[in-house]
């Protein structure tokens, strides 16, 4: 079964630093990576995918994911951090089931402070 | 493009009830997936329709199904609820299988 690990529940760090959230998976095949943001009371909002081919993949919002498959890593970068990317960011592997369709396994999430 | 709804945002009920929830997919979607949020499991796999057929379960008891209709909205239903089915359900649909999944803003159930 698939699983994904996200080391870090909390991380703080200044307004204009950089930023690098990891992520660790577990899949028998080649995984569907995703990484969402999301804040407080809100859904799940998509940065960035990766399913084949160039692994460094650009996001919205300045946010981008190396995928090292070596490593079993998709780490989420931000060279310059702003107050409002303070959220909860969850990496997520996508897996072909059985049944047809797919489901995504999430890990457990990291907070994000941004100090000002 | 519209985003993926969910009504209603916010649902208070009492123990024992039941419960609907409902979700509009983005247009041409035609998978849906629910998840149940908690801070004690995170984010968990209830189920996934695509074409009015539920092809995957997750590990929840019958308490919890789901339909979906055919132009593609999903409804999600708890029977008899508990206390621990407090918790945000987030819907999320897609194109097709293995495609990046687009959530919306989730139906918050407190159960008292």
């Known amino acids: 079964a698939q699983s994904v690990t996200q080391p870090d529940i909390h991380i703080t760090v200044s307004e204009g630093a950089s930023l690098e959230l990891r992520c660790n998976y577990s899949?028998?095949?080649?995984?569907?990576l995703f990484w969402y943001v999301q804040s407080p009371g809100q859904g799940l909002q998509l940065l960035l995918k990766?399913?084949?081919?160039?692994?460094l993949v650009q996001g919205i919002k300045g946010f981008e994911a190396e995928f090292k498959r070596s490593q079993s890593s998709f780490n989420l970068r931000k060279p310059s951090v702003h107050w409002s990317d303070a959220a909860e960011y969850f990496c997520?592997?996508?897996?072909?089931?059985?049944?047809?369709?797919?489901?995504?396994?999430f890990g457990t999430g990291t907070q994000l402070k941004v100090e000002l | 493009k519209a985003g993926v709804t969910q009504t209603p945002r916010y649902l208070i009920k009492t123990r024992g009830q039941q419960v609907t929830l409902s979700c509009s997919p983005i247009?041409?979607?035609?998978?849906v997936s629910w998840y149940q949020q908690t801070p004690g499991q995170g984010l968990q796999f209830l189920f996934e329709y695509f074409s009015e057929t539920q092809r995957n379960k997750g590990n929840f008891p019958g308490r919890f199904s789901g339909r979906q209709f055919s132009n593609s909205r999903s409804e999600m239903n708890v029977s008899t609820l508990e206390l621990g089915d407090s918790a945000l359900y987030l819907c999320?649909?897609?194109?097709?299988?293995?495609?990046?999944?687009?959530f919306g803003q989730g139906t918050r159930l407190t159960v008292v």
């Open positions: 999320a649909s897609s194109t097709e299988p293995n495609t990046e999944a687009f």
């Open positions: 247009s041409g979607h035609r998978s």
């Open positions: 997520a592997v996508g897996a072909s089931l059985t049944g047809g369709g797919n489901k995504l396994t």
């Open positions: 990766y399913f084949s081919g160039d692994t």
């Open positions: 899949y028998g095949a080649t995984p569907y």
